[in-house]
Protein backbone atom coordinates (compact mmCIF):
# COMPACT_ATOMS: atom_id res chain seq x y z
CA UNK A 1 0.00 0.00 0.00
CA UNK A 2 2.95 2.68 0.54
CA UNK A 3 4.42 1.59 -2.56
CA UNK A 4 1.45 2.35 -4.24
CA UNK A 5 0.51 5.92 -2.21
CA UNK A 6 4.20 6.31 -3.67
CA UNK A 7 3.79 5.88 -6.92
CA UNK A 8 0.78 7.89 -7.16
CA UNK A 9 2.69 10.60 -5.13
CA UNK A 10 5.22 10.31 -7.95
CA UNK A 11 2.93 10.49 -10.88
CA UNK A 12 1.04 13.00 -9.56
CA UNK A 13 4.43 14.98 -8.62
CA UNK A 14 5.38 14.42 -12.48
CA UNK A 15 2.00 15.90 -13.61
CA UNK A 16 2.32 19.10 -11.81
CA UNK A 17 6.13 19.74 -13.09
CA UNK A 18 4.45 19.06 -16.78
CA UNK A 19 2.04 21.46 -15.98
CA UNK A 20 4.39 24.12 -14.74
CA UNK A 21 6.43 23.66 -17.31
CA UNK A 22 3.66 24.12 -19.94
CA UNK A 23 2.82 27.23 -18.33
CA UNK A 24 6.07 28.89 -18.23
CA UNK A 25 6.44 28.04 -22.27
CA UNK A 26 3.02 29.72 -22.75
CA UNK A 27 4.12 32.42 -20.75
CA UNK A 28 7.66 32.46 -22.51
CA UNK A 29 5.13 32.57 -25.77
CA UNK A 30 2.70 35.30 -25.20
CA UNK A 31 5.51 37.55 -23.98
CA UNK A 32 7.85 36.64 -26.90
CA UNK A 33 4.32 37.58 -29.02
CA UNK A 34 3.44 40.67 -26.79
CA UNK A 35 6.87 41.55 -28.08
CA UNK A 36 6.60 41.23 -31.59
CA UNK A 37 3.10 43.00 -31.52
CA UNK A 38 4.43 46.62 -29.63
CA UNK A 39 7.62 46.55 -32.73
CA UNK A 40 4.98 46.05 -35.11
CA UNK A 41 2.53 48.85 -33.68
CA UNK A 42 5.85 50.93 -33.20
CA UNK A 43 6.84 50.91 -36.90
CA UNK A 44 3.17 51.60 -38.25
CA UNK A 45 2.70 54.50 -35.65
CA UNK A 46 5.95 55.82 -37.19
CA UNK A 47 4.68 54.74 -40.74
CA UNK A 48 1.26 56.88 -40.22
CA UNK A 49 3.58 59.55 -38.75
CA UNK A 50 5.47 59.55 -41.69
CA UNK A 51 1.97 59.73 -44.10
CA UNK A 52 0.30 63.17 -41.85
CA UNK A 53 3.66 64.95 -42.14
CA UNK A 54 4.03 64.38 -46.25
CA UNK A 55 0.24 65.52 -46.34
CA UNK A 56 1.51 68.60 -45.17
CA UNK A 57 0.13 68.49 -41.65
CA UNK A 58 1.86 69.61 -38.18
CA UNK A 59 2.00 66.21 -36.23
CA UNK A 60 3.00 68.09 -33.12
CA UNK A 61 0.12 70.06 -32.68
CA UNK A 62 -2.48 69.02 -30.37
CA UNK A 63 -5.19 67.09 -31.87
CA UNK A 64 -2.37 65.01 -34.03
CA UNK A 65 -0.20 63.81 -31.09
CA UNK A 66 -1.54 60.32 -30.69
CA UNK A 67 -3.31 60.14 -33.96
CA UNK A 68 -0.59 58.37 -35.28
CA UNK A 69 -0.51 55.67 -32.00
CA UNK A 70 -4.52 55.51 -32.08
CA UNK A 71 -4.51 54.70 -36.35
CA UNK A 72 -2.09 52.04 -36.28
CA UNK A 73 -4.11 49.98 -33.13
CA UNK A 74 -7.21 50.95 -35.69
CA UNK A 75 -5.73 49.37 -38.06
CA UNK A 76 -3.97 46.22 -36.29
CA UNK A 77 -8.04 45.88 -35.06
CA UNK A 78 -9.19 46.30 -38.59
CA UNK A 79 -6.87 43.07 -39.73
CA UNK A 80 -6.86 41.36 -36.84
CA UNK A 81 -8.47 38.53 -39.10
CA UNK A 82 -4.56 37.58 -40.05
CA UNK A 83 -4.08 36.00 -36.56
CA UNK A 84 -7.24 33.78 -36.12
CA UNK A 85 -7.74 30.49 -37.97
CA UNK A 86 -11.18 28.56 -38.28
CA UNK A 87 -9.41 25.75 -36.24
CA UNK A 88 -9.56 28.08 -33.44
CA UNK A 89 -12.99 28.85 -33.19
CA UNK A 90 -14.80 25.41 -34.15
CA UNK A 91 -12.72 23.50 -32.22
CA UNK A 92 -15.72 22.33 -29.81
CA UNK A 93 -18.39 23.42 -31.82
CA UNK A 94 -19.40 20.93 -34.07
CA UNK A 95 -21.61 18.54 -33.06
CA UNK A 96 -22.84 15.33 -34.53
CA UNK A 97 -26.58 15.70 -35.44
CA UNK A 98 -28.79 13.48 -37.73
CA UNK A 99 -30.21 16.79 -39.49
CA UNK A 100 -30.09 17.33 -43.19
CA UNK A 101 -33.05 20.13 -43.81
CA UNK A 102 -31.35 23.73 -44.45
CA UNK A 103 -29.71 25.60 -41.81
CA UNK A 104 -29.44 29.65 -42.68
CA UNK A 105 -27.87 32.53 -40.68
CA UNK A 106 -29.09 35.88 -42.34
CA UNK A 107 -28.11 39.29 -41.61
CA UNK A 108 -24.68 38.67 -40.35
CA UNK A 109 -23.11 42.46 -40.12
CA UNK A 110 -19.23 42.65 -41.61
CA UNK A 111 -16.68 45.03 -42.14
CA UNK A 112 -13.93 45.32 -44.13
CA UNK A 113 -10.76 47.24 -46.05
CA UNK A 114 -10.95 46.80 -49.38
CA UNK A 115 -7.44 46.15 -50.23
CA UNK A 116 -6.99 48.76 -53.02
CA UNK A 117 -7.70 51.81 -51.70
CA UNK A 118 -7.58 51.00 -47.57
CA UNK A 119 -10.77 52.28 -47.32
CA UNK A 120 -14.54 49.97 -45.99
CA UNK A 121 -16.96 48.44 -47.23
CA UNK A 122 -19.40 47.05 -44.92
CA UNK A 123 -22.56 45.10 -45.69
CA UNK A 124 -24.55 41.59 -44.75
CA UNK A 125 -23.83 38.30 -45.16
CA UNK A 126 -25.93 35.51 -45.44
CA UNK A 127 -25.19 31.79 -44.72
CA UNK A 128 -26.84 28.17 -45.46
CA UNK A 129 -25.73 25.21 -45.11
CA UNK A 130 -27.47 21.47 -45.67
CA UNK A 131 -25.65 19.52 -43.02
CA UNK A 132 -24.28 16.24 -43.47
CA UNK A 133 -24.72 14.14 -40.01
CA UNK A 134 -22.97 17.49 -38.32
CA UNK A 135 -23.93 21.09 -36.99
CA UNK A 136 -22.38 24.02 -35.97
CA UNK A 137 -22.57 26.68 -33.11
CA UNK A 138 -24.59 28.97 -35.21
CA UNK A 139 -22.63 32.28 -33.87
CA UNK A 140 -19.74 30.65 -35.52
CA UNK A 141 -20.80 31.45 -38.45
CA UNK A 142 -20.55 34.79 -37.69
CA UNK A 143 -17.39 34.26 -36.64
CA UNK A 144 -16.32 33.00 -39.58
CA UNK A 145 -17.35 36.29 -41.62
CA UNK A 146 -15.61 38.07 -38.96
CA UNK A 147 -12.48 37.00 -39.24
CA UNK A 148 -11.98 36.56 -43.10
CA UNK A 149 -13.83 40.22 -42.79
CA UNK A 150 -10.86 41.16 -40.88
CA UNK A 151 -8.17 41.32 -43.89
CA UNK A 152 -8.00 43.55 -46.54
CA UNK A 153 -10.16 42.06 -48.67
CA UNK A 154 -12.15 42.44 -52.27
CA UNK A 155 -15.42 41.19 -51.70
CA UNK A 156 -15.49 38.24 -54.13
CA UNK A 157 -12.40 36.41 -52.56
CA UNK A 158 -14.22 37.48 -48.89
CA UNK A 159 -17.53 35.16 -50.34
CA UNK A 160 -15.80 32.64 -51.51
CA UNK A 161 -13.10 32.03 -48.20
CA UNK A 162 -16.05 32.20 -46.10
CA UNK A 163 -18.04 29.57 -48.28
CA UNK A 164 -14.72 27.24 -48.63
CA UNK A 165 -13.84 27.71 -44.76
CA UNK A 166 -17.51 26.12 -43.63
CA UNK A 167 -17.09 23.59 -46.51
CA UNK A 168 -13.99 22.10 -45.16
CA UNK A 169 -15.04 22.41 -41.70
CA UNK A 170 -18.41 20.67 -41.39
CA UNK A 171 -18.14 18.52 -45.19
CA UNK A 172 -22.13 19.37 -45.91
CA UNK A 173 -23.87 18.71 -48.67
CA UNK A 174 -23.77 22.03 -49.67
CA UNK A 175 -23.10 25.72 -48.70
CA UNK A 176 -24.39 28.85 -50.23
CA UNK A 177 -23.10 32.65 -49.23
CA UNK A 178 -24.29 35.75 -50.54
CA UNK A 179 -22.65 39.14 -48.98
CA UNK A 180 -24.41 42.68 -49.65
CA UNK A 181 -22.20 45.33 -49.35
CA UNK A 182 -21.32 49.01 -49.96
CA UNK A 183 -18.09 50.21 -51.03
CA UNK A 184 -16.58 53.49 -49.45
CA UNK A 185 -14.26 52.94 -52.93
CA UNK A 186 -17.07 54.32 -54.71
CA UNK A 187 -18.70 56.43 -52.35
CA UNK A 188 -16.13 58.84 -51.40
CA UNK A 189 -13.78 58.85 -54.24
CA UNK A 190 -14.14 57.80 -57.88
CA UNK A 191 -17.22 57.70 -59.30
CA UNK A 192 -19.02 58.46 -56.54
CA UNK A 193 -22.34 56.75 -56.08
CA UNK A 194 -23.98 56.67 -52.74
CA UNK A 195 -26.85 54.40 -53.76
CA UNK A 196 -24.48 51.41 -55.69
CA UNK A 197 -24.54 48.30 -53.63
CA UNK A 198 -22.68 44.89 -54.75
CA UNK A 199 -23.93 41.67 -53.99
CA UNK A 200 -21.70 38.11 -54.64
CA UNK A 201 -22.30 34.72 -54.38
CA UNK A 202 -20.60 31.71 -53.76
CA UNK A 203 -23.14 28.35 -54.14
CA UNK A 204 -20.98 24.70 -53.53
CA UNK A 205 -22.36 21.24 -53.30
CA UNK A 206 -26.48 21.14 -53.52
CA UNK A 207 -27.16 24.89 -53.92
CA UNK A 208 -24.77 24.84 -56.66
CA UNK A 209 -25.75 21.51 -58.64
CA UNK A 210 -30.00 22.10 -57.81
CA UNK A 211 -32.00 25.42 -58.58
CA UNK A 212 -34.72 24.36 -56.66
CA UNK A 213 -32.27 24.61 -53.47
CA UNK A 214 -30.78 27.37 -54.48
CA UNK A 215 -33.99 29.10 -55.70
CA UNK A 216 -35.13 28.22 -51.70
CA UNK A 217 -32.01 29.95 -50.30
CA UNK A 218 -32.37 32.82 -52.39
CA UNK A 219 -36.03 33.65 -51.38
CA UNK A 220 -35.88 33.01 -47.63
CA UNK A 221 -32.27 35.13 -47.78
CA UNK A 222 -32.74 38.20 -50.03
CA UNK A 223 -36.40 38.72 -49.23
CA UNK A 224 -36.71 42.29 -47.20
Excluded at 42 to 70: C, F, N, Q, W
Excluded at 175 to 180: D, F, G, S
Amino acid sequence: MEYQHASEMNVSVDKYLKICKHNGLCREEKDSKDAIDSNKLSHIEKAYTTILSELGEDVDRDGLLRTPLRAAKAMQFLTKGYKETTQDILNDAIFDENHDEMVIVKDIEMFSLCEHHLVPFFGKAHIAYLPNKKVVGLSKLARIVEIYSRRLQVQERLTKQIASAISEALEPAGVAVVIEAVHMCMVMRGVQKINASTVTSVMLGTFHDNPTTRKEFLSLTMRK
